[in-house]
């Protein structure tokens, strides 16, 4: 895949002349090129120096946006799909008839004979913020709870801030909001290191051992390292397309509860 810049066009830029840095910036470029492509989810670039053929199995009758991994989305020369891995693919036809090409988001959109995205009767999922959120975390679904959820975890503090003073919270109820505010799975939660938190009761008791409420200073770290049902999906601080894949799971019928932290240990006296 291509650099960002080359070598060349660094010196160039940076006013820089000789050799005695080429060996170094030989490696530095590309590594930048790679860690900024990653934090942004996109290549930016590599459509322009060739073509490439991306490949999505959708394992639902919901999914009909399909949002490239890469960055500008130029052309596209043919869409086909089959039905089961053993089926032939069949090539669709472009236009206001089988799918269109949706350049601003870099998705390709199936739809009915109409022209309206399918189902028709789910248009909000085709709001161009709503595909833009989609794409960053390289979703090939369109779940509107996929979105509400990804908008919450990454406006977190407002969320809750907003909770807490519209309901004008006493002490109890903020240090409810707080726990549940802390336990939601985020994009920078680090497995390796974990998360320790501290309430006034013993909201972790009440909430997953089902025991009586008091007020309790308490103390927990919890230590996820994995989420999900049946087949566990490894958390990976920083990963957006792992990120999604560990907090909604794989398929549309997995249950929506492994987005929050759950694995933890007092460290109450």
Known sequence: MADLITVAE????????????????????PQVSDLVKKYCGISFIDFYSSSKTETFS??????????????PLIAVSAVQERT???????TLTTGNYEY??????DAIIRTNKEGNPIPANDKVSYQKDI?????????TRQRIFD??????????????????????????????????KDIILTIDYDPNVGKITEYDYNWHEYFFEHKNLKEKYSVLKFSDKTK?????????????????????????????????LTEYKSLSA
């Open 84 to 90: 089961s891995y053993s089926g032939s693919y069949t």
């Open 100 to 105: 269109y090409v949706d350049t601003e988001s």
């Open 10 to 29: 660094y010196k160039d830029a940076e006013g820089l002349r000789g050799e005695k840095d080429d060996d170094r910036l030989a490696v530095i470029v």
């Open 58 to 71: 959708i394992d639902d009758n919901y999914t009909t946006t399909l949002i490239m991994s890469e960055s």
């Open 228 to 260: 999900g049902y049946g087949i566990k999906h490894k958390i990976k601080k920083g990963d957006y397309k792992k990120f999604i894949t560990v907090g909604l799971g794989t398929k549309l019928t997995d249950p929506v509860n492994h987005h929050i």
């Open 131 to 139: 595909l833009n959120i989609y794409k960053k975390y390289k979703s």
């Open 147 to 180: 979105f509400y959820w990804l908008m919450i975890n990454e406006n977190l503090d407002s969320f809750f801030q907003d909770i807490t003073d519209y309901l004008q919270c006493d002490k109890q109820l903020l240090d409810v909001i707080q726990f549940q």
